[in-house]
C-alpha cells in the first residue's frame, strides 16, 4: 500500500466510522440547561411540566437575545472533533445551507464553532472570544489555536481570518 493509498483510506474510514454532527449552540445550551434542572430538582415526575415550562422560556429568551447562530461541528464520539474540518464536502455543504462563507473558530481539540460570515462580526472580537475561552475554559492540550479561519465558499478553501 502507497503512502497515498493509506492516506485515502484513512480519510473515507474516518469519516465513516466516525460521522460529522454539526449542532446549533442554542440547541446544545437548551439541552444541558434541561439537564442542569433536572439535577438540581432531583427529577421528580410532577415537576415535568415545570423543567418544561424553564426551559420553554429560557429558549425564547435565548432567540431573543442571539443576533448570530453558531454551530457546533464534531464527530459522533465527540473526541478529536475538530479534524471533521477535512472531511470532504463538509463545510461545503454547511456553507450551501447557511448561504454564506463560514467563520471556523477552533474550540478544542474535539470540537470547532461554525459561524455564518457577515459583515456585522468583527474578526478581531471573535480572535479576542477564542484567545479568552482558551485561557479560561480549554484545556492546555485541548487547545488548537488562537486564531480564526474562514471557509470561502468559492475557492472552496479555508484561510486565516483577518
Known sequence: VTT???????????MTCLPYSITPMSTIVKDLFRQELETNLLHD???DFCIDEM????TDMMSRNDSVE??????SI???GSATILYSNVLKTFSKKVGAD?????SSLHEVILIPYTDSLSTDSLVHMVREV?????????????????YNSDTDKISLAC
Open 4 to 14: 497515498k493509498d493509506l492516506l485515502k483510506y484513512s480519510k473515507e474510514n474516518t
Open 45 to 47: 415526575s410532577s415537576l
Open 70 to 75: 453558531m454551530y457546533v461541528m464534531t464527530n
Open 55 to 58: 426551559v420553554r422560556e429560557f
Open 78 to 80: 465527540k473526541t478529536n
Open 134 to 150: 482558551n485561557e479560561k475554559e480549554v484545556e492546555q492540550a485541548d487547545i488548537l489555536s488562537g486564531n480564526v479561519y474562514i
Open 102 to 106: 463560514v467563520y471556523i473558530l477552533p
